[in-house]
């Protein structure tokens, strides 16, 4: 998107300085080994490279939510109508500008899609709440400003004192401090405005811990360390952070209104299950600023993140065409996008000859595509679709396509021709009129050693399906 984007701010693309070393955890001097846990789980320190994005400026409430139940004409989940809304089929006036919780990671990927967005990384999260710098929380280093030595004697009140000579850490985040010990719900968004982040990015600490789509896996270098706890004296207590991660566990970021001020830091990785919801999780979401990219991130979770990691089949920049309506407030009310990114190559293949070898056996993926409208040929319904060549010894080679589910929805045959190159193009989509109906024709090449092997991909979808209507 160019220019402003109604209800997000764009975060330059920048290095982050991430995670933290085992001495500062050390110093941290904790004796929960709980606690000791969560902060090695965020070890190494490393730096990252994050790509521009924009992101939300506030989690996404009960307001929006209900925008997108009625759009898509959803009913709302059990657990939200029982834990949240009081046993009511419509949000509770009250609860309309707070940020919606009873949301699963896949809800919270859906609620994405549809608003043309994706969950953010957990470094792209991260770089948002600390700014060009490293910072510990997104307001600073200290979650309480210092004490002047006047007030040091005096009782500490829920809000600043009246000359506003210092702020309490319960002033920035909604969570429990020492002044607040047993906060039961979350708060209105943006209500803590002295808590924003350098990028102007609210509600980053506290109120509620938020979906990311990382994978709750340790960063590269992670080990068992050993840390001095009182208990252990001067030698010392291993302790391990292993046991906790696992490819579908998800990051949670941020802390929630339950939560001690040590778990709002940063840096601090917290994780939950896929399908889990509660009252303190909820989500906001990101943009790039390229298209298609939101849509195959979407799609990479519907059929798999297992088909397309870097090892095995990693996929290119994508080609697409979406289109969104919205509200007078710029709120997306509709977003309707194709999307279409093919594999670079198969890492683990040598050649072209043992890529055929194993199509014949199991067809390989050559692309992702995301369809968010629906197609009359091949007639396919909205949503994320596994694209494989098959080569066959006595038939034609196919061009195969799976749903999330593994099951194949449609095949025709291609001829693939081998071409040399030094790398495979990346996918371009061609648009033409075709009477009632608009007809896409992506084209693509996958890499196999030092050849490329051509493809293309057609469809034939509603003629004002991707247009402003």
């Given amino acids: 998107?160019?220019?402003?984007?109604?209800?997000?701010?764009?975060?330059?693309?920048?290095?982050?300085?991430?995670?933290?070393?085992?001495?500062?955890?050390?110093?941290?001097?904790?004796?929960?080994?709980?606690?000791?846990?969560?902060?090695?789980?965020?070890?190494?320190?490393?730096?990252?490279?994050?790509?521009?994005?924009?992101?939300?400026?506030?989690?996404?409430?009960?307001?929006?939510?209900?925008?997108?139940?009625?759009?898509?004409?959803?009913?709302?989940?059990?657990?939200?109508?029982?834990?949240?809304?009081?046993?009511?089929?419509?949000?509770?006036?009250?609860?309309?500008?707070?940020?919606?919780?009873?949301?699963?990671?896949?809800?919270?990927?859906?609620?994405?899609?549809?608003?043309?967005?994706?969950?953010?990384?957990?470094?792209?999260?991260?770089?948002?709440?600390?700014?060009?710098?490293?910072?510990?929380?997104?307001?600073?280093?200290?979650?309480?400003?210092?004490?002047?030595?006047?007030?040091?004697?005096?009782?500490?009140?829920?809000?600043?004192?009246?000359?506003?000579?210092?702020?309490?850490?319960?002033?920035?985040?909604?969570?429990?401090?020492?002044?607040?010990?047993?906060?039961?719900?979350?708060?209105?968004?943006?209500?803590?405005?002295?808590?924003?982040?350098?990028?102007?990015?609210?509600?980053?600490?506290?109120?509620?811990?938020?979906?990311?789509?990382?994978?709750?896996?340790?960063?590269?270098?992670?080990?068992?360390?050993?840390?001095?706890?009182?208990?252990?004296?001067?030698?010392?207590?291993?302790?391990?952070?292993?046991?906790?991660?696992?490819?579908?566990?998800?990051?949670?970021?941020?802390?929630?209104?339950?939560?001690?001020?040590?778990?709002?830091r940063n840096d601090v990785r917290q994780y939950e299950e896929r399908e889990a919801w509660n009252r303190t999780i909820g989500f906001r979401c990101v943009r790039s600023d390229a298209p298609g990219i939101d849509a195959i991130e979407g799609a990479r979770f519907e059929v798999g993140d297992r088909r397309f990691h870097e090892k095995a089949a990693p996929l290119g920049p994508p080609a697409a065409v979406a289109v969104s309506e919205t509200d007078a407030d710029g709120r997306v009310l509709d977003h309707r996008e194709v999307a279409l990114a093919a594999v670079r190559g198969w890492p683990r293949i040598r050649d072209v000859a043992e890529a055929r070898s194993v199509s014949a056996r199991h067809p390989l993926p050559i692309a992702l595509l995301s369809l968010g409208v629906p197609s009359h040929d091949p007639p396919l319904d909205p949503g994320a679709y596994v694209v494989a060549w098959s080569a066959g010894d006595d038939r034609p080679d196919r061009v195969v396509l799976f749903d999330g589910s593994d099951r194949v929805v449609g095949a025709w045959p291609v001829e693939v021709r081998p071409r040399v190159t030094g790398w495979p193009a990346p996918a371009t989509l061609e648009r033409s009129a075709d009477g009632e109906r608009e007809r896409l024709r992506f084209v693509f090449e996958v890499g196999a050693g030092a050849e490329a092997l051509p493809f293309e991909l057609g469809l034939s979808v509603p003629g004002d399906a991707l247009r402003t209507r």
Avoid at 26 to 47: C, G, M, V, W, Y
Avoid at 107 to 118: F, L, M, P
Avoid at 217 to 237: H, K, L, N, Q, W
């Fill in 1 to 264: 998107p160019d220019g402003r984007v109604p209800g997000m701010v764009r975060i330059p693309a920048g290095t982050l300085d991430a995670g933290f070393d085992a001495s500062e955890v050390q110093a941290l001097d904790l004796e929960n080994p709980a606690l000791i846990k969560l902060f090695l789980a965020s070890t190494p320190r490393h730096d990252v490279r994050v790509d521009a994005f924009w992101i939300d400026v506030h989690e996404v409430t009960h307001r929006e939510w209900g925008l997108y139940l009625e759009a898509t004409d959803r009913s709302p989940s059990a657990e939200l109508v029982e834990g949240a809304w009081e046993g009511e089929t419509t949000c509770p006036p009250d609860l309309l500008d707070r940020p919606v919780t009873f949301v699963s990671f896949a809800e919270a990927v859906a609620y994405a899609r549809w608003a043309g967005k994706r969950l953010p990384t957990e470094h792209e999260w991260t770089r948002a709440a600390s700014g060009e710098h490293r910072r510990v929380y997104p307001w600073g280093d200290e979650f309480d400003d210092p004490v002047p030595s006047e007030f040091l004697r005096r009782p500490r009140g829920p809000v600043r004192p009246p000359d506003g000579s210092f702020l309490r850490g319960g002033d920035r985040a909604w969570c429990t401090d020492s002044r607040f010990p047993d906060r039961r719900e979350p708060q209105p968004v943006g209500t803590r405005p002295l808590g924003r982040s350098p990028f102007g990015v609210d509600d980053l600490a506290g109120n509620v811990w938020e979906w990311t789509a990382s994978p709750y896996v340790p960063f590269t270098g992670y080990r068992d360390v050993t840390i001095r706890t009182r208990r252990s004296g001067a030698a010392g207590e291993s302790f391990s952070a292993a046991q906790y991660f696992h490819s579908t566990r998800r990051v949670l970021k941020g802390g929630a209104f339950d939560s001690p001020d040590l778990a709002l």
